[in-house]
C-alpha cells in the first residue's frame, strides 16, 4: 500500500529565507508525486508533480522538489519565502493499484511566513 | 475556462437530517472522485466515478453515504441520517480518463463544500 508522511506539521520561516517542507513515502512501485497547496477558503492547486522522468521536479511559484528512491523522500523546497506563501501543504502519493489515480495525502504542513 | 465547482460552499444541519452536496467538474472530465477533509487532517478518498459508474467507492465510511452520477457529468454525493462526525469539507475533483491520450494524471480540485452538522 502506498502512503506519505510529512515529517513537520508546523513550518515557521522569515520572509526571504529558504522553505524546506520534507516529506517520505511509501510504495511498492514507481510511485507517482505530488505536492498540493491549500490557501484559506481555497481550493486544493497542483504545486508540482513526478511521474518517473526528471528527478528534480520544478513547479509553479518558484517551488521544487527532488525524488530522492534512496531515501524515499519527496521535499519540497523553495529559495524565497514570500508572504504570499503562507498555507497549507500535502504531500500526495498516487495509488494506481486500481488503473486509477486515488490520491493518497499526507496530514499536511501548514506554513507560516513572517515579516 | 471554468474549473470544478461545487455547491453549497457552506451547509449547516441537524443530525439525522439529510442532505445533498453537488460536483460540476470540469467540461470533458470522465474521471470524478470525491475526498472528505476532517479539521486539521489530509483529504481521504471517498469514491471514485468512470463515467456514470462508480468504479471504486472502497471509501465511503457506511452505508448512509451514496453518491451518483447518472449522466456521466454531475455528480451528488447524499449522506442520510447525518451524523456530528460526518462534518468536514467534501471536496470534487476531475481529471481526464487514466490512460487516455489526454491523460495528465493530475486531479482539479473544487473549493469544496463544508458541512457542518449540529
Known amino acids: 500500500a502506498q502512503s506519505v508522511t510529512q515529517l513537520d506539521s508546523h513550518v515557521s520561516v522569515s520572509e526571504g529565507t529558504p522553505v524546506l517542507l520534507r516529506c517520505n513515502y511509501s510504495?511498492?512501485?514507481?510511485?507517482?508525486l505530488f505536492w498540493y497547496v491549500q490557501h484559506p477558503n481555497k481550493g486544493l492547486q497542483l504545486l508540482l508533480k513526478y511521474t518517473s522522468a526528471a528527478t528534480l521536479v520544478k513547479g509553479i511559484n518558484g517551488f521544487e522538489a527532488e525524488f530522492k528512491k534512496s531515501e524515499t523522500s519527496f521535499h519540497l523546497t523553495k529559495p524565497s519565502a514570500h508572504m504570499s506563501d503562507a498555507a497549507e501543504y500535502f504531500c500526495?502519493?498516487?495509488?494506481?493499484?486500481?488503473?486509477?489515480?486515488?490520491?493518497?495525502f499526507g496530514a499536511g504542513t501548514r506554513l507560516a511566513v513572517h515579516p | 475556462g471554468a474549473g470544478v465547482s461545487q455547491t453549497p460552499s457552506n451547509k449547516v444541519t441537524e443530525k439525522g437530517k439529510y442532505v445533498e452536496l453537488r460536483c460540476d467538474p470540469i467540461?470533458?472530465?470522465?474521471?470524478l472522485y470525491w475526498y472528505r477533509q476532517s479539521l486539521g487532517q489530509g483529504p481521504e478518498f471517498l469514491i471514485y466515478f468512470q463515467g456514470t459508474g462508480a468504479a471504486d467507492d472502497s471509501g465511503l465510511p457506511n452505508d448512509r453515504f451514496f453518491a451518483v452520477r447518472p449522466e456521466g457529468s454531475v455528480s451528488t454525493l447524499k449522506i442520510q441520517r447525518t451524523e456530528r462526525g460526518d462534518s468536514a469539507v467534501y471536496l470534487c475533483?476531475?481529471?481526464?480518463?487514466?490512460?487516455?491520450?489526454?491523460?495528465?494524471?493530475?486531479?482539479?480540485f473544487g473549493p469544496g463544500t463544508r458541512l457542518t452538522v449540529l
Open positions: 510504495s511498492s512501485y514507481s510511485p507517482s
Open positions: 475533483a476531475s481529471s481526464s480518463p487514466p490512460g487516455s491520450r489526454t491523460s495528465t494524471d493530475t486531479q482539479y
Open positions: 500526495v502519493v498516487s495509488d494506481r493499484d486500481g488503473g486509477y489515480n486515488k490520491l493518497i
Open positions: 467540461s470533458g472530465h470522465t474521471a
